[in-house]
């Protein structure tokens, strides 16, 4: 069984910053793609930012410049640097891993989401 934990999730000011983390345990044999994803209250869940296991990244365009997604393969870790929050970036973030317990058996996961409220 794979688990993805979040942290790093709270309350910020607007222009604040906060640093998700997710943590992946298990029987992992591998782990591709690892991303963040939110959902907004009354709204569908929503990409946020992904990484390659070498390290290619993408990002939805209300979040470029104002985010980071990197990772640490050793630990298995995926973190999510947010800078410069706006009220708009409330919502409940996921983390979200494809990972192969097996050779060739690939499957995503995902974390049980951790609550960033941006609000004054």
């Known amino acids: 069984q794979v688990q993805l934990v979040e942290s790093g999730g709270g309350l910020v000011q607007p222009g604040g910053s906060l640093r998700l983390s997710c943590v992946a345990s298990?029987?992992?044999?591998?782990?591709?793609?690892m991303g963040w994803y939110r959902q907004a209250p009354g709204k569908g869940r929503e990409l946020v930012a992904t990484i390659t296991s070498g390290g290619s990244t993408n990002y939805a365009d209300s979040v470029k410049g104002r985010f980071t997604i990197s990772r640490d393969n050793a630990k298995k870790a995926v973190y999510l640097q947010m800078n410069s929050l706006k009220p708009e970036d409330t919502a409940v973030y996921y983390c979200n891993a494809n990972v192969a317990i097996v050779f060739g058996n690939n499957r995503n996961y995902w974390g049980q989401g951790t609550q960033v409220t941006v609000s004054s």
């Open positions: 298990g029987s992992i044999f591998s782990i591709n793609a």
